[in-house]
């Protein structure tokens, strides 16, 4: 390709404020509950697609790191959806945030992926069909294509197991309480199918995930931030103990993730309203309004060095950008 009509797709990580946890079907990644989420502005992957004659396969660099088959392999299945055959690529991706530490590096660079693909192919889908290619490579990435809200509904028809935006007239940032950068002890798809394969309270997870879902787009439409946070961290107090009861058990949640819900706690019991949640990993995102960020941002500081916290409004739609900006 010509470097004056390369691009960078630039697509925005997003938290589930209602979790995604587990599939129906492994292959096609259909989940059992419907997920609600919120897009960051402040971590996203950056990706440009160059085409390159004479490339036997497709070459995967993230973050300047030339990846193995097996991670290139991932990519090279998404790509199939939009090329012909044997079109191989270079693929050059950056995240703007530690990758595989739970700060849903995955979302971002699924989604960053077939926006890339979708202008480098000039293959002209629609974003919810390049929702549901991203959700083939990542579940949660069906959300990243919109923002600030998005929700991934379960269905069982495969097409329509993909996501679309959400309104919401609320203004709402999130901060990200960086505990770890360490990878996963446990990947979210491996826990989640443990969890779905022998966690005990399972079936209790996806009728009350389905009802939160529904609940969830109420507070939403009414803009009741306080019922939002407390059913965002019921919802993910309750995925969490599926992992208590799968067998072997196992927690995602380290010592410092709990000393950071009791601070959450203590600031929102002295006025800032201020809530919690996490993934599949020990780090913490607080969800506030955006007036409350200074405010909350100083109580933090008074327990954790300024490196460990970001915070981030919620980010819209995702860019194209001119040229290789990764
Ligand atoms: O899309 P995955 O395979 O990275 O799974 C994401 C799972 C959670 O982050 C725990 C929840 C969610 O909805 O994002």
């Not at 940032?173 to 199918?193: A, C, H, P, T, Y």
């Not at 599949?280 to 941002?297: E, F, M, R, S, Y």
Request: proline share 3%.
């Amino acid at each position: 390709m010509d470097s004056k009509n390369l691009a960078t797709a630039k697509v925005h990580a997003n938290i589930a404020i209602i979790k995604y946890w587990g599939k129906k079907e492994e292959k096609l990644k259909i989940p059992f509950n419907s997920s609600i989420s919120f897009t960051l502005d402040k971590f996203y992957t950056k990706t440009c697609i160059i085409k390159e004659k004479g490339l036997t396969k497709d070459v995967f660099y993230l973050n300047n790191v030339l990846q193995d088959d097996n991670e290139t392999q991932k990519i090279s299945k998404v790509l199939d959806h939009f090329r012909n055959k044997e079109e191989f690529v270079v693929v050059k991706s950056s995240n703007s945030m530690p990758t595989a530490a739970g700060l849903s590096s995955s979302s971002s660079g699924l989604a960053a992926l077939v926006v890339a693909a979708n202008y480098t192919f000039n293959t002209k889908k629609s974003d919810s069909e390049l929702s549901y290619l991203a959700r083939l490579g990542s579940g949660s990435a069906s959300r990243s294509l919109f923002g600030p809200f998005a929700i991934w509904k379960t269905s069982d028809i495969d097409h329509e197991a993909i996501a679309y935006p959400l309104d919401c007239d609320l203004d709402l940032s999130m901060i990200i309480l960086i505990l770890s950068v360490q990878k996963k002890e446990v990947l979210s798809r491996d826990g989640m199918k443990h969890c779905v394969e022998t966690s005990s309270l399972f079936n209790t997870w996806v009728e009350q995930a389905n009802r939160d879902a529904i609940t969830m787009q109420k507070y939403m439409k009414e803009k009741d931030f306080t019922n939002m946070g407390k059913l965002m961290e019921k919802n993910t107090l309750l995925m969490h103990e599926t992992t208590k009861y799968a067998n072997p058990p196992f927690s995602y949640l380290k010592n410092a993730t709990f000393e950071a819900i009791e601070l959450v706690k203590e600031i929102r019991k002295n006025g800032i309203e201020a809530y919690f949640t996490m993934d599949a990993g020990p780090n913490v995102k607080i969800l506030c309004q955006t007036k409350d960020c200074a405010a909350l941002t100083k109580k933090l500081l008074e327990k954790y060095p300024e490196e460990k916290i970001v915070v981030s409004k919620g980010a819209s739609n995702y860019e194209i950008l001119p040229g290789d900006q990764t």
